[in-house]
């Protein structure tokens, strides 16, 4: 038996275990046989779960994680001498080790800058006309990521305008959603108006990070954009045989909103962290706490301390910036108990 010493952290919402109703749903489709591939019952029911939520009849294909999820997504969205549009601190930027690159054989990403981890459209129209000419990889795709990677969450009319930018431009709209359920609690909008009502060819949706073991869905709205998904999928080894295992965890978090309710309670307790920091001297709260993390800028001496007591957390936002970041199993206890500790460290690093 492994001892689980990691403690209490606030490091990702991908520290978390499984959620009982993924794990339900898991267990129950443990059952006996069923046919491969995706070509079982659990596969479809998880599907037509999703058409559901969306409203509409979209594409869905489950595949093993984010990465996979936006890379293959926006690789069937271009050519390899197009270009993706992109903010600089959004994943597929940052964090995916060029796998958008890789699966487009070669698509270029250009970076716009916009305040608060939204892509400022002013950029992205002044990258797209930059050049018209040949020697120029010719932009193709806007991709944003929602809620962003800095805890902001966009509006509804930022969304349309960022469709309607796209659509002006030529360019296809891609959505990385790792934390889409997160945006969707957080704007009480109903999941259709923030996609394909805006203008949203394909959806990246996060389940990991909302409770599932694995498995994410990448929802295409254009269906033609979904034309030979599933060999893209497979030649990346994205195609699980045992697909069943990937699917069914939905059916447990789109049953009775599972999903919902998991996202809410993240978000409400970055919403409590964040209200009782921010009565903190010393330390100082660096974006809207829109989702389920809170951006906290300290004296480095200070942090190091926290991480001395066993707190765990990210500080990739540069030099004295701290994410924390709650989950759908976050509990109260360790919020009080990491307020404290920032409290008592204040009083001797700040
Ligand atoms: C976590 C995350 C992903 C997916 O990451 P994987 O580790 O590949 O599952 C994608 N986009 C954003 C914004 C994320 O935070």
């Given at each position: 038996m492994i001892e689980n010493t990691l403690g209490h952290q606030f490091a990702s919402d991908n520290y978390s275990g499984i959620c009982p109703e993924a794990w339900e749903a898991m267990c129950a489709a443990n059952c006996g046989h069923a046919l491969p591939y995706g070509d079982d019952e659990y596969t479809e029911k998880a599907c037509n779960m999703l058409r559901d939520v969306f409203e509409t009849d979209c594409e869905v294909f489950f595949v093993f994680n984010g990465t996979a999820a936006n890379s293959l997504a926006l690789a069937s969205l271009c050519q390899s001498y197009h270009s993706i549009i992109g903010h600089t601190s959004a994943h597929v930027e940052t964090d995916e080790c060029g796998a958008p690159e890789f699966f487009s054989n070669g698509t270029k990403i250009l970076l716009a800058g916009g305040g608060h981890g939204k892509i400022d459209l002013g950029d992205v129209d002044q990258i797209a006309n930059r050049r018209s000419d040949i020697h120029y990889p010719k932009p193709k795709v806007l991709t944003i990521t929602q809620a962003t990677e800095l805890g902001t969450v966009y509006s509804l009319d930022e969304i349309h305008a960022a469709g309607e930018t796209a659509k002006r431009l030529g360019l296809k709209f891609h959505m990385d959603g790792a934390r889409f359920a997160n945006a969707v609690v957080s704007l009480g909008a109903s999941p259709k108006d923030m996609t394909w009502k805006a203008g949203v060819d394909v959806l990246c949706f996060g389940g990991v990070k909302n409770g599932l073991a694995v498995g994410e869905a990448v929802v295409f709205f254009s269906k033609e954009l979904a034309f030979e998904f599933d060999y893209r999928c497979k030649q990346s080894g994205q195609l699980s045989s045992k697909m069943r295992f990937l699917s069914a965890p939905w059916i447990g978090m789109l049953e009775g909103d599972a999903w919902l309710r998991h996202a809410a309670h993240a978000n409400r307790c970055a919403q409590l962290l964040e209200e009782r920091l921010r009565?903190?001297?010393?330390?100082?709260?660096?974006?809207?706490?829109?989702?389920?993390s809170v951006f906290v800028e300290m004296p480095v001496k200070l942090g190091d301390a926290l991480r001395e007591r066993g707190w765990h957390f990210y500080t990739f936002i540069g030099t004295g910036g701290v994410r924390l970041m709650c989950s759908w199993d976050t509990a109260r206890e360790d919020i009080d108990a990491l307020v404290q500790d920032i409290q008592e460290l204040c009083g001797e690093y700040v």
């Open positions: 009565d903190i001297e010393g330390v100082r709260i660096m974006f809207p706490c829109q989702a389920n």
